[in-house]
């Protein structure tokens, strides 16, 4: 059978190749006294609320499960904008805001409404790998751009400036960013989006891990900037429902019939039952359980990274938001004769079960000496993985 060109051009989520050899090391040890500890999945160990459950169950009893809108029910658009001026202090209409399945879709339907044939996006590398293949998928060709640490791994105007090309069609940033958990200083992503604008072009921004900001001077949405910015979130991280499959898209008003119309042909609509669940989140009682759940990332981030250091991990920047630790292990490697953060994943994952994402699927600058933690993990996890991995390096 023949493949598309297309396809064959999407590498592999090393992410996910990494996830199914820990699955499989996993059921191996899972009766033995060292388990396996995840701490590669970009996934909070906390799940819906009661009241998120208790209202998709009470979708599913009353029936209403019938398509909804390809754009969502009026009624949660309606929550997501108020929830903007509640949260951020921004004025977000809410016929902009588009219900998706997920924020994979989201990002799908703005490169397929916005990208020709081999215009370029200008992305950081490093960067979340899916983000550049939904670019590939639309036939255009992601641009990665090296940053490093005193850039806190982001991009800036400068650099935005000096890459454009006859080809660029815009830029796709994320803040705070996977795999490295930092964010664009608001003035900074100001500057970004002023070229951009000048150019012509597009700014599109993953803003998913938004409300897991740790610190004010960066907890600020880019829609508070230009309503041409194309803003996309989920409900998996901060509100807890990563297999609801249920994200949102905040688009320019002449944008919007436009999404509609891919939306249509392309998913019908989002989840409905996971779409009646996600109107309970933005409830006083939800709300306070997230607070909650997000200084608790906070703390497990407070603990863990001042523990990676005393164990030869180089965290050259602090995270501001989400649940990510971006540990350079050169220095380990070095020590245990491993030529990168691939190897020394594998090595560490069979000799001390705790399972962490190597570099290799962020980018090519300096990747290999980088490896990504998830800190979604209990802080009982956390404690176990440090304890392990200091038995282990203690012998190098």
Known sequence: MHISSRAQNIEPFYVMEVAKAASALAAQVAHTDAPMVFLNIGEPDFTAPPLVQAAADKAIRDGV???????????????????????????????????????????????????????????????????????????????????????RFQLSAAKVESAWGPRTRGVLLASPSNPTGTSIHPDELRRIHAVVRAKGGMTLIDEIYLAL??????????????????????????????????????????????IERLAQNLFICPSTIAQHAALACFEPESIALYEARRAEFKARRDYF???????????????????????????????????????FAFEVMNRTHVAMTPGRDFGTAQTAQFVRFSTASSMKQLETAVQRLRAMLSTV
């Open 305 to 343: 990274i001042p523990a990676l250091r005393e164990l030869g991990f180089g965290v050259p920047v602090e995270p501001d938001g989400a649940f990510y630790v971006w540990a350079d292990c050169s220095e380990l490697c070095a020590k245990l004769e491993l030529k990168s953060s691939w190897e």
């Open 213 to 258: 900001s740790h610190d004010d001077q960066f907890g600020h949405t880019a829609l508070a900037i230009d309503d041409q910015i194309i803003s996309i979130n989920s409900f998996s991280k901060y509100f807890n429902m990563t297999g609801w499959r249920l994200g949102w898209m905040v688009v320019p008003p002449s944008l919007v019939p436009v």
């Open 65 to 151: 499960t019938q398509y909804t809108a390809a754009t969502g029910l009026p009624a949660l658009r309606e929550r997501i904008s108020a929830w903007y001026g509640n949260r951020f202090g921004v004025d977000i209409a809410a016929d902009r805001i588009v219900v998706t399945a997920g924020a994979s879709a989201a990002l799908h339907l703005a490169c397929l409404a916005l990208i020709e044939p081999g215009d370029e996006v200008l992305m950081p590398d490093p960067s979340y790998p899916c983000n550049r293949h939904f670019v590939s998928a639309a036939e255009g060709k992601a641009v990665l751009l090296e940053t490093s640490a005193q850039e």
